[in-house]
């Protein structure tokens, strides 16, 4: 077997045996849990590396090892590992940002009485997640998409004995299975019209099959749209996003290896793998497009009133998951992946600031903060290179992967989705720079809060530090001279998607950027326009922004009104109509058995009357129905 695909195969193994072994020996010694998920998971980050150094040649060659499972008639289900430039870049994401992450970890858990069983769980997130980056067939990938629902499932709800943390883990699970019933459907159309479920044979299949017509447009439309809302659930997409922001219950680690590299990557990651099935069909394209544009505005608008500093983040990874659905639906792969790949530093950096920040204060809401730079100085500045990232200002990461974002989009020549990007992008701005300014700037509004803030050890901070300088450059591989490298990267050329730089554009992204920055400033640190002033201003919208405009509220309604009301009436049908046939039945027997058993009654001569009047009735029945069989009692004819 080929070295990198030996290399690739140990990558998802290592947090694997981590994990048997934390949950088998290392239990009871929470440091030993802790070194072995870091020692297995920095394992992995080398070995990433390793398999990377073969995607950096100019033309860099596929690795695929597939081994036979099973048949079912003639398709064929194998099991096997791809490594390609896709593969490469993601294994790189999810082991850097999984092993900083259990660094963190270590000072942000210190003295949780389930200390082990929080490393045992990330390792077995991390192995899921890898194995679906690895996987070279839909069958694997929908195994492993699984397990990471599992994995979250286990994760969010950690603290199972907080009720909100219980109930926001089964919420994560239940809302992701309605995505994932469409996301196998679609896995099982594809892969009995195409005979495999192999990445690159059904990319092949799809392109002649489609081409001949050998099979229905609306049927390859409808099976793509259904692996989108596989996707969709996994990645918070409209309308499955209300489980994303419950998942803050669980620990900031577990947050921002969720939002950043994990489960919420997972939806781009596949629709991305998938692509060249996806580009097929415009109709599914437009879908994934304009419910990624409504994705992000929608979000965008709940994050302007949040006051819980995890929901704000939570609802900033919803509109960015949904600037990336955007790119990838209007067309633009490397926009897409490229977007992902910075997005997923700088919000881990994001998360793990505010993890930090709770760690010292003791709450969520930003209202109860302020002034905390002088206690935090290294989370306040390293919070602030990534508030400057995801608001898309040069030279930092998110200002490339932003840009070719809406520069793909005004090469589309759909200017309403490059206008609702773009004021999105003002609204992104906004958002971040006041929960920045909330956190950090101006006068402590809590002094007891403010008391007890420290800043974090070195074990939180130093993997701050690294990730703010990753926020930084991340982007820069879509430097002018550069930007058609990362789309030959992630694509070996055949068709990277990649959007030349755009002067215009950027000049353009950035004014609206420091437009959303600078109109927090005058609101939450000048205070020349009052934050009341501007609520009161509002009035119903506030209300609608700051209750999600109550799209939960919606869905528990239609529960009761229709789901309930249908329950109820399945209820009655069981009880009465269902149980009703089964007891009358018994009522029957049972009559008939107290009947019948009148006749029991031990004399002789009654049996024989018995016995001759059914010789009677059976003379007759053959007399009306079978008169040849009398000349077995001697009749004549």
Known sequence: MNQYLTAGLLIPVLPLAAFVIISAFAGRYKMASALTAITAMAGSFLLALYVLSSQLAPHPAAYELSLPWMHIGDVRMDIGILINPLTSIMLIVVTSISLLVLIYSVGYMKGDESFSRFFGFISLFSFSMLGIVISNNLIQLYIFWELVGLSSYLLIGFWYQKPEASAAAKKAFVVTRFGDLGFLAGILILGFNAGTFNFLEMEAWARTAVSVGAISAVLFTAAVICLFSGAAGKSGQFPFHVWLPDAMEGPTPVSALIHAATMVAAGVFMVARLFGIFSLSPEAMMVIAYIGCFTALLAALIALTQEDIKRVLAYSTLSQLGFMMLALGAGGYTAGMFHLFTHAFFKALLFLGAGSVIHAVHTNNIWNMGGLHKKMPVTSITFLVAALAISGIFPLAGFWSKDEILTVLLDS??????????????????????????????????????????????????????????????????????????????????????????????????????????????????????PDAVRKAAGPLYGLSKNKFYIDEIYLFVIKAVFLRLAEIIKWFDRHVVDGAVNLSAFITRWLGVKLRLSITGRVQDYALFIFCGVIVVIAAFAVYDPEALKMFGGRQ
């Open 413 to 530: 020549g759909n200017k309403p989705l490059y206008y609702t990007a773009s004021f999105t992008a003002f609204l992104t701005a906004f958002y971040m720079f006041r929960l920045y300014l909330l956190t950090f700037a101006g006068k402590p509004r809590d002094e007891r809060a403010y008391a007890h803030a420290h800043e974090s050890p070195a074990v939180m901070t130093v993997p701050l530090i690294i990730l703010a300088v990753l926020s930084v450059s991340a982007g820069w591989v879509a430097i002018p001279g550069m930007e058609k490298n990362i789309g030959t990267f992630l694509y070996f050329g055949e068709h990277p998607h990649g959007a030349p730089f755009n002067m215009g554009v950027a000049v353009k992204s950035s004014v609206i950027a420091l437009s959303g920055i600078g109109l927090a400033l005058i609101m939450y640190l000048f205070g020349v326009l009052k």
